[in-house]
């Protein structure tokens, strides 16, 4: 927890009220002197994430304007990370909330497994991204039994980098769930049939024409890599939308692996996410960072 690294580190808290006005506006008070200091300020996700990044930003700013020397964001898990990507027609938004954290003054941001690594590019000040692989690891070699019999896998093959990673470490083989469960409106609906799908003479240029589209279709899911008889240890940076991970373990069950654990960095599980785990094939989940409302979870 935050107010343990004070004692931990030999120093006293910092004094700062921090409260919301009845119409919800976040008001801070730096409640004594940070001019000349090296401040850092400790901020993990909430439930309500967009008062979380409110009150870091006016406390930053609040700094900024008390002359402190330097100030370092400490964020364990950095909010709307998994919007760093354009999708359809919307925007980056994890640029916009970098933007914003060094406009209110920021000097240095220290945070733990980025959803994506170049996320650090969107900052203009140094960023420490640090790593839990670790952690994870130590845990799998001391507290799995026997995990000499399992297979570590990829969820998708967006996570295969980092499962071959983990089973490298640990010397163990490697498995990747492929495909989706098939949906005849998930087409429709996400636009893959776009631009028309039929051949019109070119505008540009009398000899070319718009080549012919073929729809974007995943196939059925299947797993690529043996997993009969072993232990499947499914690994993330994120555990929020646990659907994905239900379905992952169910298809490893059927698959032959008699015990799925799941490890990620962020135990974000907001909503019914504890619950869903709790009814699914799942027989276990470790994370490292807090989730919302939860101890780390176990399951």
């Known amino acids: 927890p935050p107010h ?53 930003l006016i406390t930053v700013y609040a700094c900024r304007t008390s002359c402190a020397r330097s100030i370092t964001g400490v964020l364990p898990y950095f909010p709307y990370s998994k919007q760093c990507k354009m999708r359809k027609r919307g925007s980056i938004v994890t640029k916009l909330i970098a933007s914003m954290m060094c406009k209110a003054g920021l000097t240095h941001l220290i945070t733990m497994d980025l959803h994506q690594k170049e996320i650090q590019g969107f900052f203009t000040i140094p960023v420490d991204n640090l790593r839990a692989s670790p952690f994870l690891l130590q845990y799998i070699q001391e507290e799995i039994p026997d995990y000499r019999n399992a297979v570590i896998v990829a969820k998708s093959p967006a996570s295969a980098k980092r499962a071959q990673s983990f089973a490298e470490r640990l010397r163990l083989g490697i498995a990747v769930i492929h495909g989706e469960a098939q949906d005849a409106e998930s087409d429709m609906v996400d636009g893959r049939h776009s631009p028309p799908t039929i051949k019109t003479s070119g505008a540009i240029h009398p000899s070319m024409e718009i080549p012919l589209l073929i729809p974007k279709e995943k196939p059925p899911i299947t797993v690529v890599g043996d997993v009969g008889g072993r232990i499947a240890i499914i690994v993330d940076d994120i555990i929020d939308d646990v659907g994905s991970f239900v379905a992952a373990a169910e298809t490893l069950k059927e698959r032959g692996a008699y015990k799925v654990f799941v490890m990620a960095t962020h135990g974000i599980l907001s909503s019914d996410a504890p619950r869903f785990i709790e009814e699914s094939a799942i027989d276990e989940v470790r994370a490292i960072t807090r989730g919302i409302g939860i101890e780390p979870a176990t399951s």
């Open 4 to 56: 343990s690294l004070p004692r931990r580190l030999g120093v006293e808290i910092g004094k700062v009220q921090v409260y919301q006005e009845d119409n919800r506006e976040t008001r801070v008070q730096i409640q004594e002197s940070v001019r000349g200091k090296d401040v850092f300020v400790i901020q993990t996700v909430s439930k309500d994430v967009n008062t979380t990044i409110m009150e870091m």
